[in-house]
Every structure is written in C-alpha cells, then in structure tokens.
C-alpha cells in the first residue's frame, strides 16, 4: 500500500473533520482525526479545535511515540489510542474518533453491535465490540483498543463513543457514518418495532465470505 501525500492527507483531514462536524459526529472540540503519511509519521488534529472549522496551519505532524516533528498545535491526548493502532496493526493507515449520537448511546449503555440483520453492516463494518472503560486521555485507552486492531474495523468506547481505523482516510471516516447507521437500524427495530428478523449462520457466514472480494481484512463473526 501506498501512503497518502501529505498534502492529501491534510486535505482529506479537513474535509473529513468538516463532515464530522455537519454529520452531528462531534459537539464543540470532540473528535480527532489522523492519517499515517510515512513508515513513521502521522498527521493529526490539534487539541482544542471544531472539527467543522480547522485549518491546514493547525494540525500536526508526530512520529509513532508522539513526539511533534511539525506544527505549531499540540495533538489531543487521545492520539495516544491513534498511534497504539497503527502500531499494533501496520497496514492501517487511518484511525477516526467521534462521538456519533447513537453509536454513543449503545456505549453507554454497553451494547455492542452485533445483531446480524443488515447485509452491509456485515460485510463493510462486522460486529462492533465494546472496549472497556478508560479515563480519556490516558494510557488506559491504547489498551483498551489494542486486542480489537488485527480483527475489527472499529470499536465502541465505553460510556464515552466510537473509533474506527482503515487501510486508507475516508474508508475509515466511511465505517465511522456505517457504524451510526447501523446502530441507528437496530435501534429502531429492538426499541421501537419490536421485531427483527436475524440472519441464519450460512446467510452470515456467506455475506462474510464476501469481504475478500471488496477487499475487507476485518471484521469479526457475529
């Protein structure tokens, strides 16, 4: 795999933050968004700023231990989770965190999604687990993803939202809008229909057998 320019992943950075922002994904300054440029290097949100109104000028560049080798912004502590993922996983090229409004209320209710009743989800997203609970910005957050990065395409964050990774920048944004619509659709079919009708395990184990072919590595059984 190729790695984005910089230039294009400074673009993709601001466009992405900007959709995140208009989606609802964030509130205020929530959310980082980072994309691997080189076999060390990354470039990220700054702490402190909307997504929907960053500049270019703002973000940051760091190496895989977070040291800033470009930029005048400092990254949010969560880049700590960013980086343990590309470390654990090296062909994941882009990690993105939001707080969507539905995959953040399964989170906090501790409700992973993993009910097989909608063929995309299976295929592009799989199961979504939940990592446990850890104080933000800390170390326990890294950890907390780790186990997740070589076989999922993403994670709910205990009582706090969700984080998603891919092998390139809008494919992992991509999950992140996947992830709230597949949320939102087992939402309203438990809660307020009351009825799903489940996949059979060869209906599941066919759909997943169709993730090769689009070229999805990830994703878990449900």
């Known amino acids: 795999m190729e790695y984005m320019t910089e230039k294009q992943a400074k673009k993709a950075i601001i466009d992405i933050g900007q959709r995140m922002y ?3 994904f964030v509130a205020a300054n929530d959310g980082n968004i980072s994309i691997k440029t080189g076999d060390n290097e990354v470039w990220a949100t700054p702490t402190g700023v909307s997504k929907g109104f960053m500049k270019k000028k703002m973000l940051v560049k760091v190496d895989l231990d977070g040291n800033i080798l470009e930029g005048t912004y400092k990254p949010s502590s969560e880049l700590k989770m960013h980086l343990r993922a ?21 989170a906090i209710a501790g409700i992973p999604l993993d009910t097989p009743v909608l063929a995309e989800a299976i295929i592009t997203l799989g199961d979504v687990p939940i ?39 809008y494919s992992a944004y991509y999950r992140l809008e996947s992830m709230e619509y597949y949320a939102n659709i087992l939402m309203i079919t438990d809660k307020i229909l009351g009825k799903q009708n489940l996949f059979t395990k060869e209906q599941i184990d066919a759909l997943i057998a169709m993730r090769e072919k689009f070229g999805i590595k990830r994703g878990g059984k449900l």
């Not at 590309?86 to 399964?106: G, K, L, M, W």
């Open 86 to 106: 590309y470390q654990e996983n090296p062909d994941i090229r882009s990690v993105c965190h939001a707080h969507p409004p539905i995959c953040t209320c399964f």
């Open 131 to 169: 990592a446990p609970y850890a104080e933000l910005g800390s170390g326990e957050v890294p950890e907390a993803i780790a186990p997740f990065c070589h076989t999922h395409n993403g994670v709910l964050l205990a009582n706090h939202g969700a984080v998603t990774w891919a092998e390139d920048a």
């Open 22 to 24: 208009v989606r609802n």
